[in-house]
């Protein structure tokens, strides 16, 4: 497999934010979202085994009673290497719950049924509009989060129809509404969380705004 890296830090995001995790972040993807922060994980990568993998993961997972148990593989994207499925059950079989972040436009059917999928639903500006594969909604289920990121008024509509019109919140465990967080550098712009809040309690969704945690420390 081609891994772009494999690290500790705290999860950032979804259901489980705040949590210690290990990141296994593979090399590759097909889209190019405007507002895309892991650019860098596009090409290059180094090979690695399935069991290479789960070795490193161990190591930081560090020992016994302190271990931490939880991964998540991410991207890139991830579906586009054959292996994940095997890897995501190898990490299984040593015990973690075993998260995989997905852009949606693969089929998360191939995988195994415990791991907890997070599928994003691209929305217009991102720049990858239309991209997100409809047999997902039949392949997600109680456990899994459905996660738009949203960067417009425009977005946040679409976001809101598209969970309506497929009943997410009653398929999945959490839909999560997230706001483009700016580029440090300029080249793309921000949604103020504050808006996007307003936004949701204006409509009374019931729906999670998502932080990325990660980005604040
Ligand atoms: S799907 Fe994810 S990794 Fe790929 S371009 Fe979009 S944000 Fe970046």
Redesign the pocket.
Known sequence: MFITEIFKSIQGEGTRAGLPCIFVRLTG?????T?????Y??HGGTKYSVDEIAEETDRLAGPGGHRVTLVEIT???PLLQPETPALAQRLLAAGYTVLIET?G?RFVGSLPAEVVKIV?V?CPD?G?PDTFEMANLKAIGPQDEVKFVISTRRDYEFAREFARAHRLTERVHEVLFSPVFADPAGAWPGLEARQLAEWILADGLPVRLGLQLHKVI
């Open positions: 993807c097909n889209l190019r979202c507002w895309c922060d892991t650019a994980a596009f991207g890139g994207e852009s436009e994003d691209k991102s990858e």
